[in-house]
């Protein structure tokens, strides 16, 4: 049985941020071949393209581990109708100098949590532009806009029994799209 690691990267930096526990909760769901790990990126120097030629240790780590994985899990918040910065900055670093970028091929899935009504559909919608520029192949179906609200976790972080269900399904489609795609 082949072995699945992915790299997830939460684009949110905060302490009790839904969509760390929203990443801590779904990965739960997967079946044993996967295994996961949280990227961290929080502590990336802002992108600058003077620094390409001698990126910084966390920028090198950062891209080694989007390297070593088989795919990609993106939990990311919404600012203002769109991606953190903090995740748009770490994107920018794995995907540089041009032409080394770590991210291309590897098949990835979005979704996001927020308290909004809409959760995080138009975050979403503005990294699914991104990965595809970038190459990564992206679930599209089916979407999971997280209205993060009383009963979504339970006092322990574990999802719900009816955000289960619906989790359950994504991470189905998730596994086998990852499958398909992986090349390793």
Known sequence: MAQYQIAVVVGSLRRDSFNRQ???AIVKLAPPEFSFKQVQIGDLPLYNQDDDAHPAESVKRLKAEITASQ??????AEYNR??????????D????P??????VGKPAGVL???VGAIGTSMAQQHLRNILAYLDV???GQPEAFIHAKDGLFDGAGNLS????????NWMTQYVAWVKKHSTE
């Open 22 to 24: 929203l990443a801590n």
């Open 71 to 76: 795919g990609l899990l993106f939990v990311t």
């Open 82 to 91: 769109s991606i953190p910065g903090v995740l748009k900055n770490a994107i």
């Open 93 to 96: 670093h794995a995907s540089r």
């Open 98 to 103: 041009y032409g080394q970028s770590a991210w």
């Open 112 to 114: 996001g949590a927020s």
């Open 137 to 139: 192949p992206t679930l």
């Open 161 to 168: 029994e009816e955000s289960k269900k619906f989790l359950q």
